[in-house]
């Protein structure tokens, strides 16, 4: 992994992760459906502005149902299983089925994309649920499946999906513009909600508001970003795995926003995950010959 790429992921997790906290913070004030929905108008200004000063090119009418469709599957369906689950579920069990998109990612991979993981590609995968569920049940928190937990692992599968979705359209376009039109699009069947928004704004605290600014910047436009361009230049299983060191930033993300402190145990769990995302990273890519990318990199060329 390229300095690029380390900057991206780094950037992607942080975003990602504390954007969770964001959202907890946000929902004191928003119904779920129109916090998405004013997340993403808030993105859409920003990208509208983006796409004005750099005149990014429109994709012709043909691209635009697979586009929608990207966008309908990876962003608007995954945000609003999030949103919506987040309500009637703990933050031990949504981030223990959060940690499932890696896993899914992974065998979709194999399947659709015929990826190749190694054994310490799988080995690091299993070590990142490990550290998911010590960080959850460290913090002393639970793992309850009700009917929320099944819209967060539905959402769960979405996300996953989108990384395989997105691969061929990363080979037409390039990240910033994948990027760019599915938010776009994802915002699309969001309007559902636009009845009462505005009374939400008006009643809604400063803090409440400015976190939903905090995660249309940060998750939306600056994490969509770096998502499509860790996945124009990775493996989709080894980019989906970067997204199990989010719960380790959303936890130090509370203790500094929230005042909630890790427990000992919830430390040790988010470093098991680093270490299982490290081995995914720097051991698990396996090219079309079968070994390892560094054992590849060191045979003679033809």
Known sequence: MDAATALAAAVMVIVWGSSSVATRVGMDSYSPGRLALFRFLITTVILVGYML???MRVPPWRDLPGLLLLALVGISITQLAFVFGMTTVDPGTATFLMATIPVMAAVLGTVVLKERLTVPGWAGIGLTVVGTTVLVLGQGQGIAYTKGALILLFGAFAEAV???MQKPWLRKYSAVEVSV???LL???PLLIFLPGLGAEIRGATFEATAAVAYVAIGAG???YACLSYLNSRLPASVAAV???LMPPVAL???WVWLGTPPRPAALLGGAISLAGVLLVTLRGQAPAGGLPVEDAAALPAD
């Open 181 to 183: 039109w599915t938010l």
């Open 221 to 223: 436009a600056i994490g």
């Open 53 to 55: 000063l750099t005149r």
């Open 162 to 164: 989108y990384y395989i």
């Open 252 to 254: 130090l993300t509370a």
């Open 242 to 244: 970067l997204l199990s």
């Open 186 to 188: 994802s915002t699309l």
